[in-house]
């Protein structure tokens, strides 16, 4: 047994001291207010499938970072602005959730099946063209609508290297 454990073992009495991580998919309804922005898990609780989480809070916080950048010198920031953090991402979130959801039917649906049930027809649509395959692919790397940084820094340093 690991050292790391021994002191803990005492804890567990019996099974009902065991639990299971429940997984919720849901988001906030309005994920601003005065002074507030929530982004990634704060803003937006995903299932572990497609380990999609942790893609979507960095595409949050760049479309954050794209929105609010121009409005940072001034001393507040009005919640118009944050709303459009909350506009600009949001779409893409529910769609992550959905697909989430479908496969999750998938995996649940799939249980206790016989080994010789059929798989669902986009799984042989992948199989059947291997092209396919980059689609999930890049909707998991890069997400419906990714974002990009495109600093004034980064500008001028691809106009200078053109001359």
């Known amino acids: 047994m690991s050292p790391f454990l021994t002191d803990r073992m005492a804890e567990l009495k019996n099974w009902d001291d065991i639990k299971l991580l429940s997984v919720d998919i ?3 309804e309005k994920w601003y207010d005065e002074g507030l922005l929530c982004i990634g898990d704060a803003a937006h609780a995903m299932s572990p499938i497609g380990g999609v989480g942790i893609n979507l809070a960095i595409q949050d916080a760049v479309a954050a970072a794209k929105i609010l950048y121009p409005h940072l010198s001034k001393l507040g920031i009005d919640i118009g602005i944050l709303k459009e953090v909350q506009c600009r991402r ?5 769609v992550v959730q959905r697909v989430q959801v479908v496969i999750q039917n998938i995996i649940s649906k799939g249980r206790g099946q016989p080994t010789n049930s059929k798989p669902p027809l986009l799984l042989k649509m992948l199989n059947l063209f291997p092209i396919l395959r980059r ?3 890049r909707v998991v ?3 419906v ?3 990009h940084i495109r600093t004034p820094d980064v500008n001028k340093n691809a106009a200078a290297g053109s001359e």
């Open 145 to 147: 609508r990714p974002e």
């Open 26 to 28: 849901d988001h906030l």
């Open 135 to 137: 689609i999930p692919a």
């Open 90 to 94: 949001g779409w893409p979130t529910r």
């Open 141 to 143: 790397g890069l997400g």
